[in-house]
């Protein structure tokens, strides 16, 4: 299956400031990439869907000027959690498909977001 | 869109026993199902998985049931540790490139 790789694993930030969560592809070339939340003790919950080489498709009720998405090459998807508070403390992990007729899922180990 | 509803969202089993957690899923174009274990603060580790064009799945004490016609699927644990207790999320996807979508999780507890 695919080799998905996603850094940090943990940050903790200050309120008001930004934080970059990275996502690459390490062994093919993933023209989509998906982000999941997971607040505690909750399932993980689909934000956005990375196009690489176009927008972001986000799921209602997620800001997509807050959790800016960018997929400029087949190997890495960023998140940006813009202008951080409190709330949004939570496990984001992102997700690849394998290849064409490989029904399997990847998933990066997580970054945990604590704002402080 | 799909909607994966899951049950029951806590299960307190004996050691040895089974564990049946249930789920169901509402767009008949979804083909796949995956079941997680997940850990605090990891993420999920796929179990077993099963496509729409089989009925069942075992891999040692572990098996997953899929009724297409009734749009449900299940897994089932069979002589159950303590090392089984964790949350179980299911899933479910269509054959595109398209997310999973995941049921609410079933916390496990596994009692020695």
């Known amino acids: 299956g695919a080799v998905v790789s996603q850094h940090p694993s943990r940050v903790i930030c200050k309120s008001g400031t930004s934080v970059k969560i990275e996502c690459r592809s390490l062994?093919?070339?993933?023209?989509?990439m998906f982000w999941y939340r997971q607040f505690p003790k909750q399932s993980l919950m689909l934000m956005a869907t990375?196009?690489?080489?176009?927008?972001?498709?986000?799921e209602q009720g997620v800001e997509k000027d807050k959790f800016l998405i960018n997929h400029a090459s087949l190997t890495l998807s960023t998140l940006t959690v813009t202008s951080a508070h409190p709330e949004d403390s939570s496990f984001y992990i992102c997700?690849?498909?394998?290849?064409?007729?490989?029904?399997?899922?990847?998933f990066g180990s997580g970054t945990r977001l604590t704002v402080v | 869109g799909e909607n994966v509803e899951q049950h029951p969202s806590t299960l307190s089993v004996q050691e040895g026993d089974s564990a049946v957690i249930k789920c169901t899923y509402s767009d008949s174009a979804s083909n796949y199902f995956p079941w997680y274990k997940q850990e605090l603060g990891k993420r999920p580790q796929l179990i077993i998985d099963?496509?729409?064009?089989?009925g069942e799945k075992k891999d040692q004490r572990i098996a997953v049931t899929l009724n297409k016609t009734a749009k449900h699927f299940s897994l089932h644990i069979t002589e159950t540790q303590p090392e089984d207790s964790a949350v179980y999320f299911c899933a479910a996807s269509d054959s595109g490139n398209t997310p999973l979508v995941f049921g609410k999780g079933t916390r496990l507890s596994v009692i020695a």
């Open positions: 062994d093919f070339q993933a023209t989509t």
């Open positions: 990375s196009n690489e080489g176009s927008k972001a498709t986000y």
């Open positions: 099963i496509r729409s064009n089989v």
């Open positions: 997700s690849v498909r394998g290849r064409l007729g490989n029904y399997g899922y990847t």
